[in-house]
């Protein structure tokens, strides 16, 4: 089992800054593709980025890319997202997941955080 806590959340205006952090428990942080999902009022949960257990390969979805960084810490068990430039469409509650397969599909991820809340306004 893996336990994932994400931290960062909170309320910016348009064109700031977050850092969202995910902290893993339970095991080996290096055996598991991490990624973020977000879930936007409404809407299904969407790829936001992913990063490969060795922390050397990185994807992102279209609409986050050249603002999101996505990095992990093996030995720190943690994960974290720079976003920049926010916009009010990354509002969200954002999640992270671990899984030994990784990709973009959420539903491939055997385990999730409980998510934390952006909110960007104007």
């Known amino acids: 089992q893996v336990q994932l806590v994400e931290s960062g959340g909170g309320s910016v205006q348009t064109g700031g800054s977050l850092r969202l952090s995910c902290a893993a428990s339970?095991?080996?942080?290096?055996?598991?593709?991490l990624a973020w999902f977000r879930q936007r009022p409404g809407k299904q949960r969407e790829f936001v980025a992913s990063?490969?257990?060795?922390?050397?390969?990185?994807d992102y979805a279209d609409s986050v890319k050249g603002r999101f960084t996505v990095a992990r810490d093996n030995a720190k068990n943690v994960m974290s997202m720079e976003m920049n430039n926010l916009r009010d469409v990354d509002t969200a509650v954002y999640f992270c997941?671990?899984?030994?397969?990784?990709?973009?599909?959420?539903?491939?991820?055997?385990?999730w955080g409980q998510g934390t809340q952006v909110t960007v306004s104007s």
């Open positions: 990063v490969s257990w060795s922390g050397n390969s990185q």
């Open positions: 339970g095991r080996r942080l290096n055996d598991y593709a």
């Open positions: 997941a671990a899984d030994r397969r990784g990709g973009k599909m959420a539903e491939v991820y055997d385990y």
